[in-house]
């Protein structure tokens, strides 16, 4: 692995507008005078649609990628993850493990949640997850609902795959049909969970006798297309987090820019396959819209463990951008003519292919699975590409350079 750390430095940085995305081939002509027409074209597309980004002009309610959350009514973009389901169906595990990166062996000492477990999350975007005592009936006339249920944005369902899962079912249509007259968008989220203890066969079987109970009490009662999605889950592998990336990206108003940003840099670029990852939780929060396989998710966030291993070894606390900078940082951006990139990490894969992370900002890592037609000696074509996805990025996204982190509620 070959592996170079750089520092931030105050140098003034070209603004997106004047640059755009380097076409291939062209490393060693980097610099804003020597750009193509085309390809500046193309990414002053993407920018000059930017003010709009948030909320995209239409006549359908907003759901799903459209630019609001679904049910928030202060429009604050902090969206609140429920998590729901029976006792011992694994929800305090879920958290645990995705956001406090507890080992998952270690989630059989966890004890059962008595009373709401109200957590804030403050990374690219800030949001909250409240994890739901597996016992209690919400609909009580003794509970606000206006309260738990007004600025949701996705209550995830976790049924227990190994255990019988009828009540849960049943609990989950009486929790949908009581919810659909007051908050008719809320994303129904069922997390099909633990299902590392069972056969291929088993599994599949069990997914789908559950979709199908679901979707057929719902059809019942006269509710047709509800907006409910179905995940297989395990804390033991990869699933939980690509479940979870899935649903965080449906509270994304800006997912459709970012994923046409990637888009862009893929096709630039001639990468496979290219991911925007929080660090912290390890979900990502988009990728291009080629077909997304297991695989590539499951090699890029391991990665991003070794990134993480090497950089509490070797890293070292990154300085504000209005800090004044030493004399050690402004020779790095001399010698190497970014003043950008945080951390900067090649590795090899097999061939040609190789793996390509970029720290984007204090939250964000873009990581790249390159094509074999990218060869790592057009790696300073790509940096500089990078740079102006990164550039773009700050434009899209000015909430992931916030600092300081709100206080508690
Ligand atoms: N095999 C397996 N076990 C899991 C998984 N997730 C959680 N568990 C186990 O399930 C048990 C219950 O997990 P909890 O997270 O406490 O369940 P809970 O839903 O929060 O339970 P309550 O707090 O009682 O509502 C623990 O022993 C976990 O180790 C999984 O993906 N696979």
Known sequence: MDSSHRRLSAQSQPSPYDDSYLEHGEASQAGPSRLQPGAQLTLMRYL????????????VPP???????????????????????????????????????LPPSETLYLETTTRIKKES????????????????????????????????????????????????????????????????????EVFVHKVDGLSEDYKGDTFRDIIQRVQDELSDHGYENAPVSFYQTSIYDHSIFEAFSKVIQKLIPQLPTLEALLNSLCSTCHIEKAYLFDIMSKIYIATDTSPTDIGSYEICSDYI???????????????????EKDDTSHSEIIEIGNNDAESLITMERKGNNYLYLREINKYLALICLMGDDSPAEKKAVIDYNVGVFQAALKQVFPRAERDVPLPEE
């Open 63 to 101: 759901r799903y990628h459209t630019g609001r959350l679904p049910n928030s009514k202060a429009g604050d973009g902090k969206p609140r993850l429920l998590l729901m389901g029976q006792r011992r169906s694994g929800k305090s595990s879920i958290s645990s493990v995705v956001f406090h990166k």
């Open 121 to 188: 999350m403050h990374s690219f975007m800030d949001f909250q997850v409240w994890d739901f005592p597996g016992h209690l009936d919400y609909f009580d006339p003794a509970f606000d609902v206006d309260n738990i249920f007004e600025e949701i944005g996705a209550l995830i369902w976790v049924i227990d795959a190994q255990d019988e899962y009828l009540e849960a079912i049943m609990r989950l249509n009486t929790t949908i049909l009581n919810l659909q007259h007051s908050y008719p968008n809320i994303n129904v």
């Open 305 to 323: 463990d070794v990134v993480i291993d090497v950089s509490e070894i070797y890293g070292w606390d990154r300085p504000d951008d209005n800090d």
């Open 48 to 59: 000059q649609d930017l003010p709009d980004a948030d909320i995209p002009v239409s006549d």
